[in-house]
């Protein structure tokens, strides 16, 4: 199946310092997503991006993607204690099946 | 925004015997509804794609007669453990959506224990 990689695995920083993750596919996408997932919940909807070079953004949160369609961004503006979490990136290659990232748990250190 | 229950939050079984999980929709037909397993602090694997009405379309490696999946009506899905054994134990999650490509929508999750 697809291949989604994402870094850093881990990512320790100070309270109010940025934040970037990066995805990585191995096949072209149609389109990508990005979820959060809390300690001990379930993975929550954050955003879509279907246009090549897309850039959204929301609040605090930037996400790109690339012009390839292969990879993408989030990168989050001075992080606060709730932006605690694994950020997930999800696309289907093709259909409908949609294949996660590796993820990249934050912590935020207050 | 739509709901999706997952039941039960957390199981705890011996090993041989077959646990039943419930994922429902509850404001919402799902065109599509997905199961993934999650092991501490790794990601979702997804697991197999049911359609209602249809077969389940399983990832490779993954054992469809381990694995039952049943998806009876455009709200329904559940997934049956069967025989399960200690290395059955994980976090099973479902999730839905109600157009092909838009946002998936998850249930709690299910915690799995084989003893």
């Given amino acids: 199946g697809q291949q989604v990689m994402q870094i850093p695995q881990y990512q320790h920083v100070q309270e109010g310092e940025d934040f970037t993750t990066y995805c990585n596919s191995s096949t072209t996408l149609s389109n990508i997503q990005w979820y ?15 246009k090549s070079g897309e850039v ?3 609040k605090r949160l930037t996400f790109q993607f690339g012009e390839a369609k292969k990879n ?31 993820g990249t748990s934050l912590t935020v250190i207050p | 925004g739509a709901v999706v229950s997952q039941h039960p939050s957390r199981v ?15 404001d919402f037909q799902a065109t599509t509804m997905f199961w993934y397993r999650q092991f501490p602090k790794q990601s979702l ?6 359609n ?11 054992e469809k007669d381990k694995f039952l999946i049943n998806h009876a009506s455009l709200t329904l899905s559940t997934l049956t453990v069967t025989s399960a054994h200690p290395e059955d134990s994980s976090f099973y999650i479902c999730s839905a959506t109600r157009v092909n490509n838009e946002k998936l929508f998850f249930g709690s999750g299910t915690q799995l224990s084989v003893l």
């Fill in chain 2, 45 to 50: 694997m997804l697991m197999a794609t049911s």
């Fill in chain 1, 36 to 50: 959060k997932q809390r300690p001990g919940g379930h993975p929550v909807f954050l955003i879509q991006l279907v």
């Fill in chain 2, 12 to 26: 705890i079984c011996k090993s041989g015997t077959s646990v039943k999980i419930e994922c429902r929709s509850l």
């Fill in chain 1, 72 to 102: 993408s961004s989030l990168h989050i503006t001075a992080t606060q204690t709730t932006d605690v979490g694994t950020y997930f990136c999800a696309g289907p290659p093709t259909g409908n099946q949609f294949y996660f990232g590796t």
């Fill in chain 2, 52 to 62: 209602e009405g249809s077969k389940a379309t399983y990832e490779q490696g993954v």
């Fill in chain 1, 56 to 58: 959204k953004k929301q």
